[in-house]
């Protein structure tokens, strides 16, 4: 029982702290993106964001399209999104 709660303990903290890794990384792609672009537009600095959390290619399976509402949707409230901050503090949640 003890190994049980533990374990449980552990994987709460680690959901925690994705959820702030996600919401640290998109709030950096979102400073980025608000900056005048001197290369390719705000669709490369959403991508870069996407990639360095791991879910691009679930982003472009649902949307196709770079957007920022949409980016912003999928990161912090799709469902769809294991590592979409509401998913991450849901399963922190369950595991709590």
């Known amino acids: 029982m003890l190994g049980r709660t533990a374990n449980d303990l552990f994987w709460m903290s680690r959901y925690i702290e994705r959820a702030e890794n996600m919401a640290r990384l998109l709030e950096v792609g979102y400073r980025i993106a608000l900056l005048p672009g001197q290369r ?11 990639r360095s959390a791991g879910c691009e290619q679930g982003y472009l399976n649902k949307y196709g399209s770079y957007d920022t509402g949409n980016v912003v949707n999928f990161m912090l409230f799709d469902t769809e999104n294991p590592s979409s901050v509401y998913a991450c503090l849901a399963a922190a949640r369950r595991n709590a």
């Open 40 to 50: 390719h537009g705000h669709d490369e600095e959403w991508r870069s964001t996407l």
